[in-house]
């Protein structure tokens, strides 16, 4: 019985090793590429390991690339993209959840349509918009865009997270004397916090990978964001391997941050918020 235990254990820890290695791979080898000279990386047979460390790529990356701008632009965009969707979101979904009116579900249904709505469709009337307002070229026209991707996915995701919160806590909220907006504000969402949490870092998520919106509205260098800043590391069939992995590297640094802090919060917000 013992021996059956034991290898059960194994052939668990085996697997998920196996699983960690393959989840893995792709990072170590960016990390592997980026610290190799161009000769080394053209190299027929690739090498598990640079011969001779190069920090030349991240050198260009930083004093020829423009590299830190477009890690700038792009949190500059992501975070007060990612903050005014929360406000917004947590807002309409609470109303759309906790309150009785008519047309809530045509309003529920309508924001889940406008969340799968395919941004290939969307991007030539928003480009044409964001140009009326004087905001193409600009960090500013992607923060007025980027809002039809992140609010009705926030909004979505919460409204299932508001309706896991059982009414008799806000009921007894407010037989205590709290009105609407002081539940609201100082029992709803503090409740609501890892849900809360979990959103706030898919909205970033969002923003810091999106390619198709910035290629449009942005072609200024200092407002390019990181997304582009990589895409311009390709001109025709020539790749600069070296700084785009290293690009990588570095665009991957503040998600797995986020993810490593608040990873507590991200399974409890998506066990709650995924299941209605």
């Known amino acids: 019985m013992e021996n059956k235990s034991i290898g059960k254990q194994v052939l668990v820890y085996g697997a998920l090793a196996f699983l960690l290695i393959f989840a893995l791979f792709p990072l ?3 990390l592997n590429t980026s610290f190799k000279s161009q000769g080394e990386i053209y190299n027929m047979t690739p090498s598990f390991w640079p011969q001779v460390f190069s920090w030349s790529a991240y050198e260009k990356l930083l004093t020829e690339k423009g590299f830190l701008s477009n890690i700038k632009n792009s949190l500059y965009v992501s975070l007060i993209v990612s903050f005014l969707s929360i406000l917004f979101s947590m807002l309409a ?3 759309i959840s906790k309150l009785q009116f008519k047309g809530r579900g045509f309003i529920s249904r309508g924001i889940l349509y406008a969340y799968l709505m395919p941004r ?17 070229n600009s960090v500013y026209g992607l923060m007025l865009i980027y809002p039809t991707i992140t609010i009705p996915y926030a909004t979505w995701m919460l409204v299932s997270y508001f309706k896991s919160i059982p009414g008799e806590i806000e009921e007894a909220a407010m037989i205590d004397g709290c009105s609407r907006a002081r539940t609201m504000w100082s029992v709803i969402f503090p409740l609501a916090a890892p849900g809360l949490a979990a959103t706030f870092i898919f909205a970033f998520t969002l923003c810091w990978s999106e390619y198709l919106y910035a290629l449009v509205i942005v072609t200024k260098t200092s407002d390019k964001t990181i997304t582009l800043g990589l895409s311009d590391m390709i001109v025709g069939d020539v790749f600069a391997w070296g700084p785009l992995m290293g690009g990588s590297i570095i665009a991957s640094i503040p998600v797995i941050i986020m993810y490593l802090f608040t990873s507590k919060y991200m399974v409890s917000g998506m066990t709650v918020g995924g299941v209605k």
Not at 123 to 133: Q, T
């Open 28 to 30: 170590y080898w960016m």
């Open 120 to 136: 290939a469709v969307l991007f030539i009337p928003l480009y044409m918009l964001v140009n009326a307002i004087g905001l193409s």
């Open 93 to 95: 979904a609470y109303a």
